[in-house]
């Protein structure tokens, strides 16, 4: 335990120190800014932004842009957010209301990390959390651009926790939680090769079941099967595109 603490207390120095350093660099320097905004200020939060305004017509989500590339599933929750925004100065609205997800969404995120290493009431955990978030240049990125991963890493933590509750419950919720995070991002569909290397073969095919259902069903709010053609199509052209346009940059650190 000792030891533990010991390499908390490391990790806190190294990354206050990054933060240290960062901040003087950026006071000495205000340019080096640009560097963490991949030199693009004006898309600063813009996934956030243009995926609500991409999904207040639902039915015609996947048609306004090639860049309206995510499964149906998060479009529900981009128009719930929109339907929040009012129509007046919209542009500082949109920014208040990603502040405020992003405080839920972050405090949520570290209250799960913090209970899935056990460490409820260890506040040294939660600092050490935030140090890494704001020292890594990944977080950042999410941060900056507006990701919705801190959402799909909080659904994983959870279904880590719960896969393996004695209470039915929670395992049928970490399966859930599991199918609704790959309806977000689908890579974290992989997390269903656990249940299939454990040989839990009725949890593995309940999984592929709430998967399926969670990513097909909200089509039908989407624009149907010409929505899913289209979403197939934009998946197409912008991986085309950024295939062509990527460059190495602090996000490819």
């Known amino acids: 335990m000792k030891s533990k603490t010991n390499l908390l207390k490391i990790f806190n120095i190294f990354a206050l120190g990054i933060l240290i350093i960062s901040a003087i660099y950026i006071i000495t320097n205000p340019n ?69 997800t992003t405080a839920v969404l972050y405090t949520i995120f570290g209250f799960v ?13 939660f600092v050490a959390l935030i140090l890494l ?17 801190f959402l799909v890493s909080i659904l994983l933590i959870v279904s880590c926790m719960w896969r393996n509750s004695k209470s039915k419950v929670k395992r049928e919720a970490a399966l859930l939680c599991i199918a609704a995070a790959a309806a977000i991002k689908i890579y974290p569909a992989v997390f269903g090769l656990i ?14 079941i709430y998967g399926i259902l969670f990513f097909f069903v909200p089509f039908a709010f989407t624009g149907g099967i010409n929505g899913f053609l289209q979403f197939l199509s934009n998946q197409k052209n912008v991986h085309e595109t950024w295939g062509r346009l990527s460059k190495i940059s602090i996000y490819s650190l």
């Open 113 to 125: 990390f913090s209970k899935a290493l056990r460490k409820n009431d260890d506040a040294s955990v």
């Open 195 to 208: 249940y299939i290397c454990e040989k839990r073969y009725k949890e593995a095919v309940r999984l592929i």
């Open 32 to 100: 080096s800014l640009s560097l963490l905004t991949d030199s693009k200020w004006n898309t600063l939060f813009s996934d956030f932004e243009i995926h609500i305004d991409f999904s207040k017509n639902l039915s015609q989500t996947y048609y306004t842009s090639m860049h309206a590339c995510f499964p149906p599933f998060i479009y529900l929750f981009y128009h719930l957010m929109g339907v929040l925004i009012p129509q007046t100065d919209s542009e500082y609205a949109i920014l208040l209301l990603y502040v405020v």
């Open 133 to 149: 978030c704001l020292s890594t240049t990944s977080v950042f990125g999410i941060i900056e651009r507006a990701n919705i991963v």
